[in-house]
């Protein structure tokens, strides 16, 4: 059974990096049918999208974030992460990866979502 | 970007009761519209890609329709584990975008 497992800080100071990775698990990142990616949530708000990338290192970011993102992917730890430059308070969110289906881009398993706070 | 714009935002059902949430798109997306449920403090969970195709694992009581700009999700009788917040995502283009969700509480 695939996983996807998040690691990383759940706080952050103002104009720091928040860094984020996603293991995956039960299943190889180098997958032609699918693509990772980031996805977050503000508290009590809706989902955003924020970038995906192939285990190649294409990527497709959130035109509303990509000057501040960076997506990798490290295929011999099977994981990719997550870089957010210059946070303020507006980048707090429940932060989610998620696999792609390349198909229909569809996401269809998640990670168990992690809590990033910014505050100093 | 594409605005997704779900109807209503909340709303208030019994067990048994036939559940549909509308979802618009702002262009025409074709049928690249997904449905996620999203119960508090979990992931988002994938019950229906492709406008109506059913993931695996879905209940039956699940069904989507829909194409172009004007989508539906129906939940033909709900059942206890069904009270949860709804999305609806387009990924016909991006930057993919959500709806706003729609809340389905307990009458």
């Known amino acids: 059974q695939l996983q996807l497992q998040q690691s990383g800080p759940g706080l952050v100071k103002p104009s720091e990096t928040l860094s984020l990775t996603c293991t995956v698990s039960g299943g190889s990142i180098n997958t032609t049918s699918y693509y990772w990616g980031w996805i977050r949530q503000p508290p009590g708000k809706g989902l955003e999208w924020i970038g995906t990338?192939?285990?190649?290192?294409?990527?497709y970011y959130n035109p509303s974030l990509k000057s501040r993102v960076t997506i990798s992917v490290d295929t011999s730890k099977n994981h990719f992460s997550l870089k957010v430059y210059s946070v303020t308070a507006a980048d707090t969110a429940v932060y989610y990866c998620?696999?792609?289906?390349?198909?229909?881009?569809?996401?269809?398993?998640w990670g168990q979502g992690t809590l990033v706070t910014v505050s100093s | 970007d594409i605005q997704m714009t779900q109807s209503p935002s909340s709303l208030s059902a019994s067990v048994g009761d036939r559940v549909t949430i509308t979802c618009r798109a702002s262009q025409s997306i074709s049928n690249y519209l997904n449905w996620y449920q999203q119960e508090p403090g979990k992931a988002p969970k994938l019950l229906i890609y492709g406008a109506s195709t059913l993931q695996s694992g879905v209940p039956s009581r699940f069904s989507g329709n829909g194409f172009g700009t004007d989508f539906t999700l129906t939940i033909s009788s709900l059942q206890p584990e069904d009270f949860a917040t709804y999305y609806c995502?387009?990924?016909?283009?991006?930057?993919?975008?959500f709806g706003q969700g729609t809340k389905v509480e307990i009458k």
């Open positions: 990338i192939y285990y190649t290192g294409g990527t």
């Open positions: 998620a696999r792609h289906f390349s198909s229909s881009w569809y996401s269809d398993y």
């Open positions: 995502q387009q990924t016909y283009t991006t930057p993919w975008t």
